[in-house]
């Protein structure tokens, strides 16, 4: 790739974040506000941030725009990002301030105004937080700022894994399906797939009502075979038996979802990351496959609901 990278992300974005911690439970909403200004033509970006929720960020960074990746030059952010599609970014940095590494990614939806980004802050190994967040672009002061999302109580929820909606939204019987964007092992484009995931109940789950004992169907995966499985979830958690393709993956709020699923057959083992919009109705997927350590591409884009 080359050319600047900041075609789609300019502007102040303004956003509710739902915050987990490290069990996985509804930690909090954190309003999300930040601006992102280009300062000159050779590619440095300046970023406001002011985060205030369970936990607290507030600051500014600036970032070197080198079209194919980005480098976060502090001081309130360090680390380095990956540019894997105009208006996807997939990063590694480092919040001093928290003493707090993250791995996140955050997409622009198709229309440009509207961003899903999913952020897992660690300390060492150790999950701490991690960050559901979705914002609305704001291009002017004059414009009305997006419709405030309706605040969730943490004590009311911390021991549902649905954080009160009464359903697991990336996990509900139906169909996901999209045209996905592919990428090389050098993160070069090579094509689109389509792609589809078809979930549907087929049993009890392990821990009641929050649960789910599903039969999943997925197609376009490119990388390795299709795939069907069954996949059970706890709500907090979802996991596979034996089998050609199998793996686990934590889930947060039912919207965030992160792990990792090894397909026998082909030898290799996919990161999928995915978080859903809040009413469902969408959800970005980031699926960077592995052989050991090498990594062989990627798949991204956007899927939509239908509940068939």
């Given at each position: 790739?080359?050319?600047?990278?900041?075609?789609?992300?300019?502007?102040?974005?303004?956003?509710?974040?739902?915050?987990?911690?490290?069990?996985?439970?509804?930690?909090?909403?954190?309003?999300?506000?930040?601006?992102?200004?280009?300062?000159?033509?050779?590619?440095?970006?300046?970023?406001?941030v002011?985060?205030?929720?369970?936990?607290?960020?507030?600051?500014m960074?600036?970032?070197?725009?080198?079209?194919?990746?980005?480098?976060?030059?502090?001081?309130?952010?360090?680390?380095?990002?990956?540019?894997?599609?105009?208006?996807?970014?997939?990063?590694?940095?480092?919040?001093?301030?928290?003493?707090?590494?993250?791995?996140?990614?955050?997409?622009?939806?198709?229309?440009g105004?509207?961003q899903?980004?999913?952020?897992?802050?660690?300390?060492?190994?150790?999950?701490?937080?991690?960050?559901?967040?979705?914002?609305?672009r704001?291009?002017?002061?004059?414009?009305?700022?997006?419709?405030e999302?309706?605040?969730?109580?943490?004590?009311?929820?911390?021991?549902?894994?649905?954080?009160?909606?009464?359903?697991?939204?990336?996990?509900?019987?139906?169909?996901?399906?999209?045209?996905?964007?592919?990428?090389?092992?050098?993160?070069?484009?090579?094509?689109?797939?389509?792609?589809?995931?078809?979930?549907?109940?087929?049993?009890?789950?392990?821990?009641?009502?929050?649960?789910?004992?599903?039969?999943?169907?997925?197609?376009?995966?490119?990388?390795?075979?299709?795939?069907?499985f069954?996949?059970?979830?706890?709500?907090?958690?979802?996991?596979?038996?034996?089998?050609?393709?199998?793996?686990?993956?934590?889930?947060?709020?039912?919207?965030?979802?992160?792990?990792?699923?090894?397909?026998?057959?082909?030898?290799?083992?996919?990161?999928?990351?995915?978080?859903?919009?809040?009413d469902?109705?969408?959800?970005?997927?980031?699926?960077?496959?592995?052989?050991?350590?090498?990594?062989?591409?990627?798949?991204?884009?956007?899927?939509?609901?239908d509940?068939?």
């Amino acid at each position: 790739m080359s050319g600047g990278s900041f075609s789609q992300g300019l502007g102040e974005w303004i956003g509710s974040a739902e915050v987990y911690d490290g069990s996985g439970r509804f930690a909090g909403m954190g309003r999300d506000t930040r601006t992102v200004q280009a300062e000159d033509p050779a590619g440095l970006i300046t970023v406001e941030v002011t985060f205030e929720g369970p936990f607290s960020l507030s600051g500014m960074y600036t970032i070197a725009d080198h079209g194919s990746h980005r480098t976060y030059e502090g001081p309130l952010n360090l680390g380095f990002a990956e540019v894997l599609g105009d208006g996807l970014i997939a990063a590694r940095n480092y919040w001093p301030s928290l003493g707090l590494s993250q791995r996140f990614f955050l997409m622009v939806l198709p229309g440009g105004d509207h961003q899903l980004s999913l952020a897992l802050l660690s300390r060492g190994d150790q999950l701490r937080w991690t960050v559901v967040g979705e914002y609305r672009r704001r291009l002017q002061a004059s414009q009305d700022p997006p419709p405030e999302v309706e605040p969730i109580d943490p004590a009311a929820v911390s021991d549902d894994p649905t954080a009160g909606r009464g359903r697991l939204l990336l996990l509900r019987p139906g169909r996901w399906s999209g045209r996905l964007h592919r990428l090389d092992r050098n993160l070069e484009p090579s094509g689109t797939v389509d792609y589809v995931e078809t979930v549907a109940a087929s049993g009890d789950g392990p821990a009641g009502a929050s649960s789910a004992a599903l039969a999943v169907e997925l197609s376009g995966l490119d990388f390795a075979p299709d795939a069907s499985f069954a996949l059970e979830s706890d709500g907090w958690t979802a996991w596979t038996p034996a089998g050609d393709f199998a793996g686990s993956a934590a889930l947060s709020g039912g919207r965030g979802l992160s792990g990792h699923f090894h397909n026998d057959p082909a030898g290799c083992r996919v990161w999928r990351r995915e978080v859903a919009s809040l009413d469902g109705s969408t959800k970005a997927v980031l699926h960077i496959w592995y052989r050991g350590e090498e990594r062989l591409g990627a798949l991204y884009g956007t899927l939509t609901f239908d509940p068939e």
